[in-house]
């Protein structure tokens, strides 16, 4: 079921505006053209549950890149 931000903005309980800045943020939306976006609520739900888990995801991701690439030389 793909949502459009006001219906997304309801599942999460939350204004349209913080949607936009969810997304700028990093959650997961799919663009159909210029006016038309949709969101899975798995992503609503997952980009949630890194926002209350309070983990910096990309600063994590930076790190393990970091080993890898240490690793490789």
């Given at each position: 079921m793909w949502m459009n931000i006001p219906a997304a903005?309801?599942?999460?309980?939350?204004s349209r505006s913080t949607i936009g800045r969810w997304m700028d943020d990093g959650m997961v939306y799919h663009r159909l053209n210029h006016n038309n976006v949709r969101i899975h609520p798995d992503d609503v739900d997952a980009f949630i549950r890194r926002f209350k888990s309070g983990v910096d995801v990309d600063a994590e991701v930076a790190a393990i890149m970091a080993k890898i690439?240490?690793?490789k030389k």
């Open positions: 903005a309801e599942y999460a309980g939350v690439r240490r690793g």
